[in-house]
């Protein structure tokens, strides 16, 4: 073991965040606390994995490692107790995270609210699962915690009354983001309720977090918050400049939402750097980032996860404390680095089966790094659970419907052997995905030949095993599915109007699609991939093959 290069190391999780909106807060001034932070640490772009799902993303953050090692593929899984569907559980992560780590080294490690984490693992230290803030009853019914959502089980009570319900949200905490906000009819909009539930969640798990600093020895805490993703999913469109299509008085109303929830973690993050003191070395990192400008999609695909769409490849990382050079950027991070860096801060080597690498840069001396082959086969009690714990049914489903309010999921269905079937479904389209990122076409092509075989409907599908055929060099097989592909009717993609619209209808672009007429013109080309990419891909063949003509048709 090498000398260790911090005292203490906290880990901020912000769901989405990202650099494009916070430069110009901190400019104006409104984001003081991160702008004290990034001038006296290292900054970063920090690249995702695809596909861009944050339960896999969070997880790999946690383990250096991919999720075809990690095994949190998507946003649901069998239950094989209940035989249906549950959210995807700590039971399900085949490796160790890294607060499993510290436990079995003996350091009193702390996790609340990480994206899979429940049932809260049996760690060195408090463990608050991703289910402990859902409110599943009206304020003032009784409001009970689901077993399993606090690590250990003697601080059950202590944490269940440190949540805050959406309906304590009151006027004065609406009002700073929503000042208009008297003028919303809620019988037909429901932003408020949105607003409400996000703020409420995110009070619940920040209050956790600071009660763990205030009270519990501890060397390490992570904790993880996704009110930025979920504000920005349910109000990007209204963020500045006004999108084409967004009603004015609508705009008016809601365009401060986005930055509002920036702002508001900016408080947070005071609060938190001030309780964990001046010798904690402190990351702050998102999953991805989202796109605020331009580049924001018109529709949403009707797909299960087509709210992904709206996720940019880039997330942040932040860095400070001890040994981390000053107001410096760092080039070249993922997010599969951070376990890995956050492993050497603690002078413990990083497993060789990791996928990610430390981020030197950071430090204002190379850091001593040292190697296991992996940390999985080492001895010692780390916390995890066996592999077949009982996760509350009724818990399960607040969580689902919370994915589906979302768009992350599609609504269920009530056969239970369909849903099992789709959730399976979706696991091995996201798997067979990892792959392909991982540059492994051999394994993702014979995934992708399963899928677009047992649902060859789905155009998805197709489109991927065109990209597998391509990257293997099989052009006449690519060639063959493009065909395919080109014959499928496009599925029109939901336009998002209403924030966090629950189960969207298809706009009027769908019915005109579905009566052959002509799309209107807000309809944005690019929501009827994957056309557009199978002519692409194409007109390369063709163009390749020296048909020029056939190329051109395609462009
Ligand atoms: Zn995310």
Request: aromatic share 8%; with cysteine; proline share 9%.
């Amino acid at each position: 073991m090498s000398e260790p290069l911090a005292k203490k190391v906290l880990l901020i999780g912000w769901d989405a965040a990202d650099w494009k909106i916070i430069n110009p807060l901190i400019d104006q001034g409104l984001m003081p606390t991160l702008n004290d932070f990034v001038n006296h640490g290292v900054i970063g772009n920090l690249a995702t994995l695809r596909p861009i799902l944050s339960p896999m993303l969070w997880n790999s953050i946690a383990t250096g490692k991919r999720p075809d090692k990690h095994g949190i593929w998507g946003f649901m899984e069998p239950d094989p107790q209940t035989g249906g569907v549950r959210p995807v559980t700590s039971t399900s992560r085949k490796v160790k995270a890294i607060w499993n780590i510290l436990t079995q080294r003996g350091y009193k490690a702390h996790v609340l609210g990480w994206f899979a984490g429940h049932p809260a693992e049996p760690i060195n230290g408090v463990s608050v699962s991703d289910l402990y803030p859902y409110a599943v009853a009206p304020l003032g019914e009784p409001w009970p915690l689901p077993p399993g959502a606090v690590h250990p089980e003697s601080m059950r009570d202590t944490f269940a009354a440190l949540r805050m319900h959406p309906a304590e949200v009151t006027e004065a905490a609406i009002l700073p983001w929503i000042p208009r906000a008297a003028e919303i009819d809620q019988e037909k909009d429901k932003g408020l309720q949105t607003f409400s539930k996000i703020l409420s969640e995110n009070c619940s798990i920040h209050n956790a977090a600071t009660w763990v600093l205030q009270n519990e020895p501890w060397d390490f805490l992570a904790v993880y918050y996704n009110g930025i993703d979920h504000f920005c999913h349910g109000f990007m469109n209204y963020h500045p400049p006004r999108m084409e299509g967004i009603p004015e008085d609508r705009f008016e109303i809601y365009k401060d939402v986005v930055n509002g929830a920036y702002r508001f973690h900016d408080m947070m993050l005071q609060t938190l750097l001030d309780l964990a003191g001046p010798d904690t070395t402190v990351l702050i990192v998102s999953d991805h980032g989202f796109h605020s400008d331009h580049l924001r999609p018109r529709g949403i695909p009707q797909e299960p996860a087509g709210p992904a769409v709206q996720h940019r490849q880039f997330g942040i990382v932040c860095i400070k404390g001890d040994h981390i050079k000053q107001d410096e950027r760092i080039y070249g991070a993922t997010l599969l680095d951070v376990t890995p860096t956050i492993l050497t801060l603690f002078g413990l080597p990083i497993g060789e089966d990791m996928d990610g690498r430390v981020l030197v840069q950071a430090f204002d001396e190379p850091p001593r790094i040292e190697r296991i082959p992996s940390w999985e086969n080492e001895p010692g009690e780390c916390g995890m659970h066996p592999a077949d714990l009982r996760m509350d049914p009724a818990a399960a489903q607040a969580v689902l419907q919370q994915f589906v309010a979302l768009g992350y999921i599609q609504p269920l269905n009530e056969d239970q052997e369909k849903a099992v079937a789709v959730a399976v479904r979706e696991q091995h389209y996201n798997l067979a995905r990892v792959y392909i990122d991982a540059r492994r076409y051999t394994e993702a092509l014979a995934m992708f030949e399963e899928l677009a075989s047992k649902w060859p409907d789905e155009a998805r599908f197709m489109q991927h095993l065109a990209q597998c055929y391509l990257a293997l060099g099989r052009r006449a097989e690519a060639k063959e599915q493009l065909q395919k592909l080109l014959t499928l009717k496009p599925k029109a993609p939901v336009r998002k109007e209403q924030p966090a619209q629950e189960n969207a209808e298809p706009g009027i672009e769908a019915e005109a699609i579905a009566e052959n007429k002509e799309v209107p013109d807000a309809m944005p080309s690019e929501a009827l991939k994957p056309r557009p990419w199978a002519d692409l891909l194409m007109g390369i063949i063709h163009f390749e093959e020296g048909d020029m003509d056939g190329a051109l048709d395609c462009f």
